[in-house]
């Protein structure tokens, strides 16, 4: 008998080869061996992978400088309430990554067929579950932190379900989401001071930039859109100049905390001065991440440019919000926010999850 025949005479012996192994996110993986161990991580790594990305772990950087900005713009320093409030924030957050998808999974089908809830590694029923449990977490996070926080962070999650179950393929859905970001430093100001007044100009203002940033980010997939990307860097550089410009009102907080000072200084430039200085830093930070990804998807609103200048936006909230806190008077609650940055970059780097959107 021939070697080929020898072969082929086994194999039927030996019955039909294994059948593929399909891992619950839908990855072929290739059957095991008989000595060999089973590969349990996988599917495992697969489910968590699948999470990660409809959830847009990079993007959680973002989130605790909104309650932490707001913290200082009302003139308090951050403690167990604010946070509480950051709890809050991304859990609600999150919840309204989870309803997106959800929302939109037959629009994805066409247009982003390799998102989780079109590519079949994440079902439906399961991504609307999560949205329902972190928006429960997070009002129960609010509660905790006190009435004034809760009062926020109800309409705060009614807003999240209204953009992404309605309010988001409307003429109303920009403003919609400007609204939430705006709402969630509201939270960390009333979690933390008990009160909102006095961070409303900073909620403007980080309202206004994820207001462009969201009317950019509607042409993702089609481009084509000149206006979007020239608004949202004319809008970049209104907010460089306004959060710059003028002397800087520290809260009544942090102008009896400067009040000591020491021997022959003066006590209430000081403090202007140095943050004064750190926040010219950060706005130019902010501006150089957002402005130069608008400008190119200005001269070429191409799907892919404009794409960059979404995440472009996206990233630049990190040194908005710091700005924000060091022009309140706390520079080193703005450290600590613009620390969130390269944390963000890091962890979407060893993630292999580079590309953020909001949509």
Known sequence: MSRTAAAARAASEAGPPAPEQRSPAGAVAPAASSGSLPRASGPRSGRAGAWAELLRLPAL????????????????????????????????????????????????????????????????????????????????????????????????????????????????????????????????????AGGTRAALPSAALLGSHTLAVTAVSRRETTGGSVLAPLAALATTGALTRLVTAGRIRLPAGRRAAAAPGLPGSNPAAQPSRTTGALTTALAAAYAAT??????????????????????????????????????????????????????????????AMRKVSIT
């Open 290 to 351: 957002a402005a130069r990804p608008y400008f190119h998807a200005t001269l070429n609103p191409s799907p892919p440019l404009v794409q960059r200048a979404v995440g472009g936006g996206i990233r630049a909230t990190v040194p908005l919000q710091a700005a924000l806190a060091a022009r309140s008077g706390a520079p080193v609650t703005s450290l600590l926010v613009a620390a969130l940055a390269p944390a963000g970059r890091m962890f979407a780097k060893r993630a």
């Open 61 to 192: 950087f973002t989130v605790p400088g909104d309650a932490l900005a707001g913290a200082a713009a009302a003139g308090a320093r951050p403690g167990p309430r604010t946070l509480l409030a950051i709890g809050s924030s991304l859990c609600l957050y999150e919840a309204g990554m989870a309803l997106n998808d959800w929302a939109d999974r037959a629009e994805d089908a066409v247009e982003r067929p390799h998102r989780p809830l079109p590519s079949g590694r994440i079902r439906p029923a399961a991504a609307l579950a999560a949205a329902g449990a972190l928006t429960g977490a997070g009002l129960a996070l609010a509660a905790g932190a006190g009435r004034p926080a809760l009062a926020v962070a109800a309409p705060l999650a009614a807003t999240v379900w209204a953009y992404d179950l309605t309010l988001k393929h409307t003429p109303a859905g920009p403003a919609a989401m400007a609204a939430a970001r705006g709402l969630d430093l509201l939270l960390g100001a009333a979690a933390t």
